[in-house]
C-alpha cells in the first residue's frame, strides 16, 4: 500500500502474543485488497505465517532471528536462503516495514499514545474513532459507502 491507512485490526489483551494474531489479520486484509508483499518483524517469523501470506498470493518478508536456519523446510527455507543469498535484495523489501512504524508514530502524534478505558467495549470503540479518523486524514474516500457498526 502506497499510504498510510490500516487495513486490519484486532485489539486484545497486553498478554497476548503477537504471532497468532498475523493470519487473521492477513485474512481480514485479503478480503477488501489484493497482497503483494507484507513486512513483519521477527515476531512474526514461521512457517505458518510465511504461507498465510502466499496463500494469498503474496510474498512475506520477515527478520529472521539470529539462531534461524532452514531447517523448517518449505516457503520458510526459501525465504531464508533468500534472506541468506540475496540479503540487500530480501532486506529492501523488509525494510518496507518502516511504513508501518510512521503510521503508529503519526497515529500517536495525532491522538496519544494510550487509550484508557476501565472496560473492553468504549476501549475499542474509542480506538476505531481514532483509527477511522486516522484513516480519512490520510485516505478521504475509504470509507464512503460502508457502514461502520
Do not use: C
Not at 497476548?16 to 492477513?26: E, I, N, T
Not at 520477515?62 to 536456519?69: H, S
Not at 533468500?82 to 540487500?88: D, G, I, L, P, S
Amino acid at each position: 500500500m502506497k499510504t498510510n491507512t490500516e487495513t486490519a485490526i484486532r485489539i486484545l489483551t497486553e498478554y497476548a502474543a503477537d504471532s497468532p494474531q498475523f493470519a487473521p489479520l492477513v485474512t481480514e486484509t485479503a478480503r477488501t485488497f489484493a497482497i503483494a508483499e507484507v513486512s513483519a518483524d521477527k515476531a512474526y517469523t514461521s512457517l505458518e505465517n510465511f504461507e498465510t501470506v502466499a496463500g494469498f498470493g503474496g510474498t512475506a518478508f520477515m527478520a529472521f532471528k539470529q539462531n534461524a536456519t532452514g531447517a523448517k523446510g518449505g516457503l520458510f527455507q526459501k525465504m531464508f536462503h533468500y534472506f541468506q543469498y540475496k540479503q540487500e535484495e530480501y532486506m529492501n523489501h523488509y525494510h518496507k516495514r518502516s511504513n508501518v512504524e510512521s503510521t503508529f508514530s503519526m497515529m500517536k502524534r495525532k491522538f496519544g499514545d494510550a487509550v484508557r478505558s476501565k472496560r473492553p467495549f468504549p476501549f475499542f470503540l474509542k480506538f476505531e474513532l481514532w483509527r477511522m479518523s486516522f484513516n480519512s486524514l490520510f485516505s478521504p474516500s475509504i470509507y464512503v459507502g460502508q457502514t461502520v457498526t
